[in-house]
């Protein structure tokens, strides 16, 4: 009888075939897995970047809140390397250039704030070059910045938006344009705030100025500057009125802290590199598109909707009084700081010669009780206000402003013309009409003055 086939062969040979077939399946099961998760991976982070460029989080009108919402180190990254396109190029460089024999070219930090806007469409229309920069930040609310950004961009000024505190971004502008002037306006403002978010302050005040000065020091030619400082650093200082060469080392909040080191590094800017720079201390400048964190425009906000307002005493009840000083005043002053600007005397981080440093008060020269301030609300908005006396909480504010501007006009002529009534009906106006608020503001002839300070 003949013995049965060995098949013990063909059976090892089809078990190690279906044993390579299930290891491949494996291979490319796990494989396939893999290129899956990172497939999703990538989706995630590409959804997550967008919300996180296209929705900020939430943040109210309240200036109250714990911290800003800046664009975060990957969305500025981004937006940097977007902007090196040459249609951006071609934006930078159109606004930047003069329309006038020997204009300026002047890139203005914080265009779309309220001086800053202000000065970029008037530097704008007598024919100089203008680009702007702002991080249009939510410490009071972003869509009045970017209304105001529409306005400068009918007055062909085109906004830059970067941080103060990133180099490439600054480093490429200057790479493009060869600015002959700064006019450096971006800066923390409020003094209550700091109390809440101090970091904010350091952040912008301090750094961020620091980080424009060594870009400035480097580029070729060094432009000249003319910056925002406030009358916050003469804080306890009692002698009245404020003059340049009262002592400043008293500061009463941190936001005039921030504003005082800023004076101390101009001078150390100007006495190693020879940037000429002009600092020039703001008083209490009010009118329209203003800021939202200022008592006059709150003010008039509650008072039109029927709510309460605090009107604050000093300590031992006297009056608190401001040097309010009209927009247009404050504009009139910043122009004339740069016009008389000398060249600064540095070439590429080195200094060749003794450079111009000035500081200036730009202030009314007439102070008014804030009571007298609503009092003047109350006339152009023909409505009783529900005041609420208490006193001055101690949280940075001082009782008392009065400028002395002999310095300012000795050397570009500054001359403030605007009185309080006057201001701010100009003021009133605007906001009614921005707000589309149905009513009627008083006429200057029938607002009551009776007060010296407020006579043309």
Not at 399 to 412: E, G, I, K, S
Request: a positive charge; aromatic letters at 10%.
């Amino acid at each position: 009888m003949a013995s049965p086939p060995d098949t013990s062969k063909t059976l090892k040979l089809e078990r190690y075939n279906s044993y390579i077939r299930r290891l491949h399946s494996t291979k490319v099961l796990n494989a396939s897995s893999k290129y899956l998760f990172r497939a999703t991976l990538l989706i995630a982070l590409v959804v997550i970047l967008f919300f996180t460029l296209n929705y900020p989080p939430f943040s109210g009108n309240n200036p109250n809140h714990a911290h800003l919402h800046h664009r975060n180190f990957l969305s500025a990254s981004l937006f940097t390397s977007t902007a090196g396109g040459a249609a951006w190029e071609k934006q930078v460089r159109h606004s930047s250039t003069p329309k006038k024999p020997n204009g300026l070219s002047v890139l203005v930090t914080g265009a779309a704030g309220f001086v800053g806007s202000h000065c970029s469409i008037a530097l704008r229309k007598r024919g100089d070059g203008v680009l702007g920069l702002d991080n249009f930040n939510s410490y009071y609310d972003p869509s009045l910045k970017r209304a105001r950004q529409n306005l400068l961009l009918k007055n062909q000024v085109f906004i830059v938006e970067g941080d103060l505190n990133d180099a490439p971004l600054l480093t490429k502008l200057f790479d493009i344009v060869p600015f002959t002037h700064i006019l450096h306006l971006a800066a923390q403002a409020g003094v209550r705030y700091a109390m809440q978010n101090p970091q904010s302050y350091v952040s912008s005040n301090i750094a961020g100025f620091v980080n424009l000065l060594e870009v400035a020091k480097t580029a070729n030619p060094q432009p000249a500057i003319v910056w925002a400082s406030s009358s916050s650093v003469y804080g306890l200082n009692s002698k009245v009125p404020f003059s340049e060469s009262d002592r400043t080392d008293q500061p009463a909040s941190l936001y005039a802290a921030t504003k005082k080191a800023g004076e101390e590094i101009a001078h150390t800017y100007n006495h190693i590199y020879g940037l000429s720079l002009t600092g020039l201390r703001f008083f209490t400048v009010y009118g329209p598109w203003g800021r939202p964190d200022m008592a006059y425009f709150f003010f008039t906000k509650d008072i039109l909707q029927g709510k309460p307002i605090d009107v604050y005493q000093t300590q031992d009840k006297k009056e608190v009084a401001r040097d309010f000083t009209y927009i247009d005043d404050v504009v009139k002053g910043c122009l004339g700081a740069l016009d008389t600007a000398e060249k600064s005397t540095g070439s590429g981080g080195k200094k060749k010669g003794p450079a111009q440093l000035r500081v200036y008060n730009l202030g009314n020269t007439s102070p008014v009780p804030v009571a007298r301030l609503v009092s003047i609300l109350e006339g152009l908005l023909s409505t009783k206000a529900k005041k609420h006396v208490i006193k001055m909480p101690r949280n940075g504010d001082v009782p008392y402003t009065h400028a002395n501007v002999t310095l300012a006009f000795r050397d570009f002529g500054y001359k403030p013309s605007t009185d309080l009534a006057t201001g701010l009906r100009k003021f009133v106006k605007w906001y009614v009409d921005y707000h589309g608020i149905q009513t009627r503001v008083k006429k200057e002839s029938d607002v009551k003055t009776g007060h010296p300070e407020e006579s043309a």
